[in-house]
């Protein structure tokens, strides 16, 4: 298994930029699918972003396309989320996750381990 801990949220200014930062330890870091989702308050976890084992694959929600980039450095066991031209509906906790299996990137149900999350607010 792998252990996943998030950083780098806080308040920022609609049209500002944060960039995430989720480190794992254990299990081969490099060896599956990252994604990161998020969760407003009174809403479901949703799905943001993700890349593939090997950095060379990532997808998007369309409410962020074009906006934020997925990355991440298996040397460093380290995911990222740059995030740019912030909004306020951007406002939750973001959680970095990790898939071991081959189930569908967009579904928080086909992951294996996720961070605490941190919490990112967008003030309009």
């Known amino acids: 298994q792998v252990f996943l801990v998030e950083s780098g949220g806080g308040l920022v200014q609609a049209g500002g930029s944060l960039r995430l930062s989720c480190s794992g330890t254990g299990r081969a870091f490099g060896s599956f699918r990252m994604s990161w989702f998020r969760q407003a308050p009174g809403s479901e976890r949703e799905f943001v972003a993700t890349i593939n084992w090997n950095g060379e694959s990532t997808f998007y929600a369309d409410s962020v396309k074009g906006r934020f980039t997925i990355s991440r450095d298996n040397a460093r066991n380290a995911l990222y989320l740059q995030m740019n031209s912030l909004k306020s509906e951007d406002t939750a906790v973001y959680y970095c996750?990790?898939?071991?299996?081959?189930?569908?990137?967009?579904?928080?149900?086909?992951?294996?381990?996720w961070g605490q999350g941190t919490q990112v607010t967008v003030s309009s």
């Open positions: 996750a990790a898939e071991y299996g081959s189930g569908a990137p967009v579904d928080a149900s086909s992951y294996d381990s």
